[in-house]
């Protein structure tokens, strides 16, 4: 059973076109981060949403925490091939009030934008 | 600085090779990870280390090898390795310990491992 949804899978676009991702889980996270990666690349930190209806701005990207804080959302406006890579949501539950434990990720999604 | 840096980037080896692959960060951080990657897949948590010590073990086989020799290194040693065991192995540290329940991992760049 996969703790976290993301969708959708795939998502090819044109450049200027908006989207949004999706991260659901019936389980509630401490914290839910948004990973960007490209390939042979590490994947890299765009975001940590901490406080449920939390709303985040990084420049045309929009990350929303829900009021649970059992699902995120990503949303990109006027897409760029820049932002062509894969996109990971994780999250960090509570274990015995210790975060060191395990960071759960979503099964991504590959985004592709066209010139 | 956010910065985990992991050697080699590029490994080839064969099946009878011994070979280890290394990160080291100086966040500070107490938390250490290794993950494995397969191609358009999400990381697969293999191992983490909470100060120096082995604290989760993900039924990882034994001949991955983890190894915490201080707060700031981890190794992975790899003994006896199969074809399917190629991947991108990244290694991730965050603050870890405690009751911080909001601490993000930051990654390296990750070592690519082809077995031949």
């Known amino acids: 059973t996969q703790l976290l949804e993301q969708s959708p899978q795939f998502l090819s676009i044109q450049e200027g076109e908006n989207l949004t991702v999706y991260c659901n889980s019936s389980?509630?996270?401490?914290?839910l981060q948004w990973y960007r990666q490209e390939p042979g690349e590490g994947p890299v930190l765009l975001v940590t949403?901490?406080?449920?209806?939390e709303v985040k701005k990084l420049k045309r990207l929009t990350f929303q925490f829900g009021d649970a804080r059992k699902d995120s959302s990503l949303h990109i406006t006027a897409a760029q091939p820049g932002d062509t890579g894969l996109y990971l949501c994780?999250?960090?539950?509570?274990?015995?009030?210790?975060?060191?434990?395990?960071?759960?990720f979503g099964q991504g999604t590959i985004l592709t934008v066209h010139p | 600085d956010t910065e985990v840096t992991q050697t080699p980037k590029h490994l080839v080896m064969g099946m009878t090779n011994k070979k280890s692959l290394k990160c080291e960060q100086h966040?500070?951080?107490?938390?250490m990870y290794w993950y494995k990657q397969k191609a358009k897949k999400p990381p697969e948590l293999m191992f983490v280390?909470?100060?120096?010590?082995?604290?989760i073990n993900e039924s990882v086989p034994s001949r991955f090898s983890p190894e915490c020799p201080n707060s700031s290194l981890l190794n992975l040693h790899l003994h006896a390795l199969q074809p399917e065991d190629s991947a991108l192995y990244l290694c991730?540290?965050?603050?870890?310990?405690?009751?911080?329940?909001?601490?993000?991992?930051?990654f390296g760049q990750g070592t690519r491992l082809t077995v031949v």
């Open positions: 389980s509630v996270f401490s914290s």
């Open positions: 994780a999250g960090r539950k509570l274990a015995g009030g210790t975060s060191y434990g395990k960071l759960t």
């Open positions: 280390y909470s100060y120096e010590k082995l604290s």
């Open positions: 966040m500070g951080h107490r938390a």
């Open positions: 991730a540290s965050s603050q870890g310990g405690g009751r911080r329940v909001y601490t993000e991992a930051f």
């Open positions: 949403v901490v406080t449920g209806g």
